[in-house]
């Protein structure tokens, strides 16, 4: 019965001297995992062109609805989006929208916390999505918490095959089913 | 809407009597064109307007057939049209080397002109000689059997021919 | 037709039969087997040109392309073999060799023919590497048209737009250029597009070559959702499928894809004006006036309004006078058309669009006008000046298919030389205002010919003659002439064996609309207890407000200023009523007169069914999401209950509107069988015919793009505006008048301002101008559409 107890206490005395695992948060910030899906941003060109071509693609793979898109033509002929507004209390961060993304535009980043006081703050307009591409991206490098994880990103893209994008050849479908 | 007229009397009247030939109006167009083509060089906008008019067919169906046929040209031409055959046989038996040795020795590119208006270089398909491979077409005559030497003095004779 | 000889054949294991003379494509189709298409389309000629819809055949040594094999008796058909499939995905593969992967912004992503092809029938990987042909920016995306956008890169080369333009539309204006990799679709020398514009390009392309360009880059295919409704805008009132966004907001207006004749083509103005409703100038805010202080009131509570003023209406029986334009549905004509019988107690109940000779018309030929299959098996067609392309493009587009697809023969009569006329085989000159004496000068030349007579006209005389199954179709111009044309062409069909008639009204439900609210003829039941001697076209009711015997009108439409005649005139007479009712779809000053004005809903925003001149039944749903509050008949289905009517259901008024009409085409059917007496037909010449000495003939009528002000109100087809006098290149000459110089024409003590165009397609003596290209104020010596003005140019402009 002692022996038992004793036995126990051990165990219990053993984690008592073993580091912690619990994390001090939120008065210590989170380490989030490499293939952490957090809040989203739009990438551009190094030349600074948003990459987006507003083809919807994300607005329709997206299962909680989060997300709003109107389009236009620019003076030169190409699509942009007029507006692209992701609701992030609706976002359920599943990562469709990057995944369906043949442009590599919108891309999950890695920031967990991004809490605010009004319900209208949470509504992300194209600018303040295209303001939070890190420092230094230019939608070829994954951002710089996803280095070491090889699926943040499928499809790593050759400088060649950037700008030319009526003559692009047809890349491979995923099968489906 | 009427358009002022580009060609001469003879050839406005060429052209009537190549309709009056045919069953169907349509079927003079390409008479019609290699007509025009004979009398100005090339085929330009206006021409090709007025054949549509004359032959009561629309615009496009001029265009449309004038742009099918490499025969047809819709750029000013040079006197002598170097037409080399780089299709299957005759590249095979050195068409496009002839081509290439062409445009290095002219100094110009497929289907341009020189700058004295002599020759244009028309890298073209099928001429229907492949027995006689490789075929250079000049103008309307064809030279058979050809090599880069044969093509030298045939291009000198025509160019001092030209002089004379 | 019942005795088509049927054939027997195998499709994949399936026995099925099928008459002779069937594709194998279509013959597939009806068992349900898919087989892939591109180039073939049911309403164009078989081609053959993209191969996607090879199939094995028993005992054939190659595979066939089964969009132009015709059945056979006994016929083996494989559709799946690994032959067939090895083949088409050999296809698939040649036709993205050099098509762009850029679907992820090409509009037609999402109801792309070759997206779906390339899914169901491809190889599913692409082992192209080389480099794709690229047209530079010149040719690649060329921009011949602010309404069409052009990719020449994505195209496939099935010719479906050339053959589309060619035997339907009948434009011959955009052909494949150049050959092999290098062909592409374009205009002459790549100039700006100055066809009719209809889309109808865009509508068969199977790619994104061609797409609508007033609405490129705007939204996803997969983001709209397709309303089907019926457009308004001419008499053809074809079916229409209006696309509304996410929003509910209408973005695009397509054919509905159908294997029935009327379906898969519409015309500019079916297509572009969608927008016209859309914009600041459509009513959304009914206002009443009472005493002098305006009140705005939502759309959702003009019940109230309408129910006091009808009161109103009501107290004074017999003093109101109701007017009606053809923009309403069948159940809207005929609610107001009771509700005045039997409410307001009136007999002046007047359509708008009167040509006199309609009444007539529909009572010889309700039910019995040619059909658009008439159209189609017919061969010999008869125009009578019918500036169909100008007027109804539909009936055109039929026109054109029996002449370019079937063989039929074409003859044109008229003041003006139309787009039919030059694929026709000949045009007979002939004085507008005259229509009645060609046809009685035709009839006698039937009997014994004339030595005077021209040789187009003997050709004409020869083809009647000659011909199995004649329709003779005759544009609103000659309806304006009257009863006597009616009668004239009644005599002329009754001695041609086999032959039909078609009258092509300018507006949109014209023809039901005057059957149903009994304008001017006799209806069953509710009608007989009013008198019938009330006004019956809007000069009478001019007259009568003038006079002081009118004191009321309700006015119920769309557009309903731009069909007043001499507005001026009308402005003042309105000021002199009690009541004035409208109600309109569009915000305009006679809105801003009225003691009420009532929003409605627009012309394919509306409920219920339409008659088109072709005797289709079509039926409107009034399902658009974002259309302004209720339909109108089903406000005055309220109306009438609350002004102590019964209460009565949408449906059951559409069930009477049914009956009513037959009860119309059996009185018709009646009339013929009663009266053999067509050679009745007046013998007196028609007084047009003669110009006076220095003046001309103006002929009127709106340009293509328009409807009423339609085009005005939508940004798409303004844009087009043609203001011009076209005249004959002759009498230009002779007045020394020079292509584009400005003239000044003067009608009655009235002077407008013109350019000129010349050309060899109008008579000599005659012009034309666009009616829908002036101003309210310069239209208001016109005499409505059809008739015919003298006006006399004074050249040199100098205002």
Redesign the interface.
Known sequence: MITEILKGLSITLDYFFKPKVTENWPAEPHKVSPRFRGRHFLARYSGGQEKCVACYLCQQVCPAKAITIESEERPDGTRYPTKYEINMIRCIFCGYCQDACPEDAIILGNTLEFPTRTRKEMIYSKEMLLALAPEGHNGKQPPQADTHCPHAYQKPQKDSQVSDNIAKQPTERKEKK | MKSKTVFSEKLRADILQLKAMYPIAQSALIPALHRVQEEKGHLEPNSMLEVAQLLGIPPIEVMKTGTFYTMFHHKPVGKYRVQVCVNLTCSMLGGRHLLSHLEEKLGIKDGETTSDGLFTLIGVQCLGACHEAPVVQINNDYHSLVSEKKLDTLLSSLRSGAKR | MADIAKVRLTIDGISTEAEKGVLLVEAARRIGIKIPVFCSHSKLLPLGACRICLVEIEKAPKLVTACTTPVGEGMVVFTRSARVVKARQGIVEFL?ANH???C??CDQ?GECELQDVCFEFGR???R??D??R?FDNKY??IKLSPVLSWVN?RCIHCERCTRVCHQVVGE????????GDKAMIS???FTQMTCELCGNCAEVCPTGTITNGTV?????V??LTPNPSVCLLCSSSCATRVWTDLKGKVTRVTAPKDEQDCCDFLCAKGRFSFDADQGEQRLREGTKITSEVAETFQQSESLQPTVQAFKALAKDSGSTAVIYNSRIANEEAYLVGRIARTVLKTPHVVPLENHEGLTSYLDRFSGRQSTSKDILSADLILLVDAPLARETPMIGYFVTRAVRQKGAALYTVGPEKTRHSSMGLAHHWNAPGASKDFVLSLIEALQSRKSDASAEFNKIVDAVQGSRQMVIIAGSRPLAEGPAFIRAIESLSSKVANSKVLMVPEGGNTLGAMLMAGSGMRVPGWGSNVSQNGCSVQEDVLGAIEKGSIKNVLLIGEDLQEGLINWPRWKTAFAKLANLVVFDAFRSELTSLATLAVPVRSFHEFEGSVLSALGEWKIARGSIPGAVGQSMSRLLLKLESELGGAEQSFASVTSEVKKLYQWHVSRATEAVEDKKSADSAGKDKSTGGNPGKDGVFLLIGNDLYHSGAMTLRGAHLGQFLNRSLLMN?ADAEKMKIS?DARVQLKIGSDKVSVAV????DIMSGCCFLALNSLSPDERRWFGGIGKPLTAVIISGGAA
């Open positions: 993205l762009p992967l850029d992820p912004i992503g599913g990987k692409s192209f590497e480099i794709k690229n690649g995306r890169n011959d204006h955009i052909g494949m250029l150049n050959r205009t002459f020398q490129k880059y705007k939204d996803r997969w983001n290149s292509n165009r010349t050309t060899d």
